[in-house]
Every structure is written in structure tokens, then in C-alpha cells.
């Protein structure tokens, strides 16, 4: 299955799950091919020289607040068809973990009006689950209710998508 099926059609919101401090543009290269992005970047390692020339930044967003993340949304309203990346969607749970539901909303929102996708880069966090410690998203399982594929890049370099119809595994070196 070709990575592009999903990524690129409209109206999804994905979660790519990735270790903290990884640059996005090693994942851009990864799932986007001939896409037009916008850039929402919350804690400051995206660099657009980095991007792969098939990619064409139309904007780009230092996202400072919540509040701040709402506006630019809508803000976008005039744009149809693009990508939006959001580096990290995770101050929204470091700011209020009840804000997630309505961040959620707003996001939806902005997918339906603008016939785009949006993919939040969600990091790994610690934690235990049946006496075990693991790797779990730090948006959590919730959270996974509501998106439309979960995109996890591991340390093996492997991208695994998961939703209630498949899993892919694929080398991506």
C-alpha cells in the first residue's frame, strides 16, 4: 500500500507520533510528496530550507498560545486543499489537558471548511500500562478516538499507520 493513499486525500487528521526534538522535515520527506503545506510550529525546529523541493511552503506560524492557534485557524478560511502541519500538537495538553476536546473541534472545523488535512506531530512520553513501562503517545488513547490514522516512526525507522481497518508497516531508509 502506497503511503499517499491516506496521507494525501482530504479531510483526514493524522497523528504522527515521534520522538521529542526530531525535525519535521525529515518527517515531511517521509509521508508528503507534490503537496502544498502550511506550517503551524509551536516549539521552533522547522526549517523551510530543509524542505524537499517537491514541497511548497504557503505559510508558516509561530503558534504562541491557544488562543493563538484558534485565530490562525480561522484565519485560513480563504485556503482549500492544502496540509497542515502542526510541530507539536502537545502544548495543548502541557497548556490544559482539558482543552484537548475543544482543540479537537477546531480542528475538525478547519478540516471540513478548508477540504484539508491536518497532521499533528504528537511526541512519545513514558508511562506504564499492566505493570509495564512503555512508549505511549502523550496525547494519549483518548485522543486516538478522534483521529483519523496514527502514524508512529520508531527508532527501527519503520512508520506503522493503525486504525480500526489496517496496520501498515514500511522501511522507509
Known sequence: MDREIFILKEKLLVDVVIKPNRNINDIIKILLKDSAIVVFDTIGNFNKDLLPKDIVLLKYFWIK?????????RSLKEKRKFILIIDSITFVCDFDYKMIKSTLNELWK???QNKCTIICINHFRYGSENDTLKLIPRMGYVYNNFISYRIIINDQSYVC???K????NKNFN
Open 165 to 168: 481497518r489496517f496496520i501498515l
Open 161 to 163: 499507520v493503525q486504525n
Open 110 to 112: 478547519t478540516i471540513y
Open 65 to 73: 498560545s491557544i488562543n493563538h492557534l484558534y485565530k490562525t485557524l
